[in-house]
């Protein structure tokens, strides 16, 4: 089975400022993909960035970038220079079997709730 | 643009009523997903369907059932809705192949009093 696990029900940060999600995984399959959502208030999922287990470099998608480090098991999402549209809740999936044919099962974690203060 | 619409975005239901909630998507995608999220747990998968008229369970299947008929619409079903089902239901859609991006829906809040 897989497991995510999201430690920080909320956080804060200043605008302009960069924050770290922290999120860690456990998972048996050697194959598995990292995704991060973004959900605002109105309810809608937002996919953020995706990182495959086999990809060499850290993803990144304009202002997000995802910290991965394979031996600890954790896949932290880091914003920079957060805005004020950045507040919502984000968390953290994984699914296995990365690329090619799946059916793309994902497993989330509980959540965290980002706030940026002006 | 892709497009995942869910019928309704509020529901209020009586106990023991028999609840549909519909789930289309406009991106020709072979799997869909149903999904609940409550506050502290995330959101877990209720059912799925890679294929028309083909189904497996989730995490949380019981006291659900779907339908999938045609390859845009895929239908949660509460056969006989309780007032622990009270929550957030959404919906998504993602190939089969290729991207494993799954895209969701804006959610369902379905009330069960």
């Known amino acids: 089975a897989q497991k995510i696990t999201q430690t920080q029900p909320g956080m804060f940060v200043q605008e302009k400022e960069a924050v770290t999600l922290d999120c860690t995984y456990d998972?048996?399959?050697?194959?598995?993909?990292l995704f991060w959502y973004k959900q605002p208030s109105s309810g809608e999922m937002i996919f953020l960035i995706y990182?495959?287990?086999?990809?060499?470099q850290n993803a990144t998608e304009g202002r997000y970038s995802l910290n991965f480090q394979k031996a600890r098991k954790s896949a932290n999402l880091v914003i920079s220079a957060s805005q004020l549209g950045d507040s919502a809740m984000y968390f953290c999936?994984?699914?296995?079997?990365?690329?090619?044919?799946?059916?793309?099962?994902?497993?989330f974690g509980q959540g965290t709730i980002l706030t940026v203060h002006p | 643009d892709v497009k995942v619409t869910q019928s309704s975005r509020y529901l209020v239901k009586r106990t023991g009523e028999k609840v549909f909630l519909e789930c289309v998507q406009d991106?020709?995608?072979?799997?869909m997903f149903w999904y609940r999220q409550d506050p502290g747990l995330g959101l877990r998968l209720i059912y799925f369907?890679?294929?028309?008229?083909?189904?497996e369970k989730g995490d949380i299947p019981e006291g659900y059932s779907v339908s999938r008929e045609k390859k845009e619409r895929f239908s949660l079903i509460l056969e006989s809705a309780s007032t622990n089902q009270t929550s957030m239901y959404l919906c998504?859609?993602?190939?089969?192949?290729?991207?494993?991006?799954?895209?969701f829906g804006a959610g369902t809040r379905l009330s069960v009093l």
């Open positions: 998972t048996s399959d050697p194959s598995y993909g």
């Open positions: 991106m020709d995608h072979e799997n």
């Open positions: 369907s890679y294929d028309v008229k083909m189904k």
């Open positions: 998504a859609s993602s190939p089969r192949t290729g991207s494993v991006i799954q895209y």
């Open positions: 999936a994984i699914t296995m079997n990365a690329g090619g044919t799946s059916y793309g099962k994902l497993t």
């Open positions: 990182q495959g287990s086999y990809d060499q």
